[in-house]
């Protein structure tokens, strides 16, 4: 009897344990990183409020990171930070992050950087690696972002963009 009050008892002070190591934007219980899918939250085991929601950064890809909630016991992926050209990031808790892509930028995912404007939307840039520029245009005109490779053409619905000296101009 004494042997399985011991154990119940290491067992409550590991939850303790856990639980007050626990942190993160909604508070106690909270994941605080999303270990690229090596340590996953989604669907790990969960006690927070289904109206909390947790942000959780990943390492693996920063501009993955995102808000998860708690729905019968499991954490579910709610909503990500968006880091794409142009979107809203004035509620992102991150200011800067990058995307893991393919490193040659043959085919997307291309890596990239972006960078939380003081106007609140997300400029990103490519970022390949081995010096080699992306091809992509921007899925919105963004005039003045970096751009490559020279000559780089996107059209858009009355605007052209055209790489020129490393940024885009828009006419």
């Known amino acids: 009897m004494a042997v399985a009050t011991l154990r119940r008892v290491r067992f409550a002070l590991l939850i303790v344990v856990v639980a007050g190591c626990s942190g993160g934007s909604g508070g106690s219980g909270c994941p605080t990183l999303e270990q690229g899918g090596i340590v996953p939250v989604e669907g790990a085991a969960c006690a927070?409020?289904?109206?909390?929601?947790?942000?959780?950064?990943?390492?693996?890809?920063?501009?993955?990171?995102?808000?998860?909630?708690?729905?019968?016991?499991?954490?579910?992926?709610?909503?990500?930070?968006?880091?794409?050209?142009?979107?809203?990031?004035?509620?992102?808790?991150?200011?800067?992050?990058?995307?893991?892509?393919?490193?040659?930028?043959?085919?997307?995912?291309?890596?990239?950087?972006?960078?939380?404007?003081?106007?609140?939307?997300?400029s990103c840039t490519c970022a390949c690696y081995d010096g080699l520029e992306c091809p992509r245009c921007p899925d919105v005109p963004m005039p003045g972002v970096m751009c490559g490779p020279a000559g780089n053409t996107c059209s858009y619905p009355g605007k052209t963009c055209t790489c020129t000296g490393g940024t885009f101009q828009c006419s």
């Open 48 to 122: 927070t409020a289904a109206d909390v929601e947790c942000f959780a950064s990943n390492s693996f890809s920063p501009c993955a990171a995102g808000w998860y909630t708690c729905v019968a016991g499991k954490f579910h992926f709610a909503r990500s930070i968006d880091a794409e050209d142009g979107h809203d990031c004035s509620d992102s808790p991150l200011t800067s992050c990058t995307y893991e892509g393919n490193p040659t930028c043959g085919i997307e995912p291309y890596a990239k950087a972006c960078t939380c404007e003081s106007d609140g939307t997300w």
